[in-house]
């Protein structure tokens, strides 16, 4: 991430379509982020929905898929499933906010089912450049792994639920709206399916006067993307120390009686994909 002041690197990664992900075809688009330093900015004010929301799983809120994307697709908008759960954390104990956050994935804003096999440990840097953190999260599929060490850092916003306020961590990205132009930017797809844009590949990046629209913004003012999940607290230690040897993607590891895959694990096919132009994820 940029240290200076008023400087901006723009970065566009572009995602492909999975053959399979989590069970179904998925349209996996990553974003395109203007990395910064945020001056000055702060988390923004999200207002509590008066009406009640009753779902208790992940499928209750796939439900209300289109009332949270109303322009097209949920590709690269995950700060609206986060958005919808704000405005009803007040309605939702601390577990089951936490749960809620555990069904979409960060990068591709796709639906997600929790389980072991999709909980990946990744230890990212936070934001105020005080070092590596230690967490998890859930993905539809391996390469969001990649796109989050590139990508995404850490931060914290007070949230209110029916048990009361705390600090969480989340997962952050810059402000795309910072150059909006670069949303307009067409670029050949590595597929062979012909130009395209990030404002037509996702339509749900929407800016205006340099605000990415519905996003919930963290402590620095960075955009939400999710929570990144908490290790137990007497196994934290473990998990930042944690070496899994020679890589074997799809190996489970167990810490604290937390089951997961390490990002460890995905090191050579990242960089691997990374050689042949991002061709999957």
């Known amino acids: ?141 391996w390469p969001c792994v990649c796109d989050t060490q590139d990508f995404i850092r850490v931060d914290t916003r007070n949230v209110t639920t029916l048990d009361g306020t705390r600090s969480y961590r989340f997962a952050v990205i810059g402000n795309p709206c910072d150059r909006p132009h670069e949303l307009e930017k067409p670029f050949d797809d590595p597929f062979g399916r012909g130009p395209s844009t990030l404002s037509r590949d996702a339509p749900e990046v929407r800016c205006k006067d340099g605000v990415l629209q519905g996003a919930p913004l963290s402590d620095h003012g960075y955009v939400i993307i999710n929570m990144f999940f908490d290790p137990p607290e007497s196994s934290a230690a473990t998990l930042a120390q944690l070496a899994v040897g020679k890589p074997q993607p799809g190996r489970i590891s167990d810490v604290g009686g937390v089951r997961f895959q390490d990002e460890a694990e995905f090191e050579a096919m990242c960089e691997d994909r990374k050689r042949n132009g991002y061709n999957s994820g």
């Open 1 to 141: 991430w940029p240290k200076t002041a008023g400087t901006a690197a723009v970065v566009i990664v572009v995602c492909a379509t999975m053959p399979r992900c989590n069970g179904s075809l998925l349209t996996l688009l990553s974003f395109a982020t203007c990395l910064h330093e945020c001056t000055g900015l702060r988390a923004n004010e999200i207002l509590q929905v008066e009406a009640p929301w009753r779902g208790t799983s992940v499928n209750d809120l796939f439900a209300e898929y289109n009332n949270i994307f109303r322009h097209g697709n949920r590709n690269a908008a995950s700060h609206l499933w986060v958005r919808f759960l704000l405005e009803r954390s007040e309605q939702m104990t601390h577990e089951r906010l936490i749960y809620m956050f555990s069904g979409f994935c960060a990068v591709s804003g796709s639906p997600v089912r929790p389980s072991d096999y999709n909980r990946y440990k990744l230890s990212l840097d936070k934001v105020d450049g005080s070092g590596k953190t230690a967490g998890f999260m859930h993905y539809c599929c």
